[in-house]
Nanobody
């Protein structure tokens, strides 16, 4: 089980970025995938989660309050990839972004708790200059 996060970079406030989380060794659409971030000197925090699109999970999506309306999570099953579209970025969004899964179909909870996820990608740095 491997997750590879990519797409980070240095952008200006108000810009957009799209992060990708590619999976290898498993079919990503069968499982919930979450995005977390960790800013310098702060604890890792949940950003968003998308459940499996299999019938009973319905692809349910959760967002942290601080990104709702600016970020959008989605899947491309043909590419075995989950995306995080980030719009109207601000300096507060500067962090290393990680994707994670617990190899179950549902997002563990809407609270996006780090300890509930056991498989992590390596992270991609997002830096927003003001």
């Amino acid at each position: 089980v491997q997750l590879q996060a990519s797409g980070g970079g240095l952008v200006q406030a108000g810009d957009s970025l799209r992060l990708s989380c590619a999976a290898s060794g498993f079919t990503l659409d069968r499982y919930a995938i979450a995005w977390f971030r960790q800013a310098p000197g702060k604890e890792r925090e949940g950003v968003s989660c998308i459940a499996s699109s299999d019938g009973r999970y319905g692809g349910t999506i959760y967002y942290a309050d601080f990104v709702r309306g600016r970020f959008a999570i989605s899947r491309d099953n043909a590419k075995n990839t989950v995306y995080l579209q980030m719009n109207n970025l601000g300096s507060g969004d500067t962090a290393v972004y990680y994707c994670a899964t617990d190899m179950i179909g549902a997002c563990r909870s809407s609270d996006l708790i780090e300890d509930e996820y056991n498989y992590w990608g390596q992270g991609t740095q997002v830096t927003v200059s003001s």
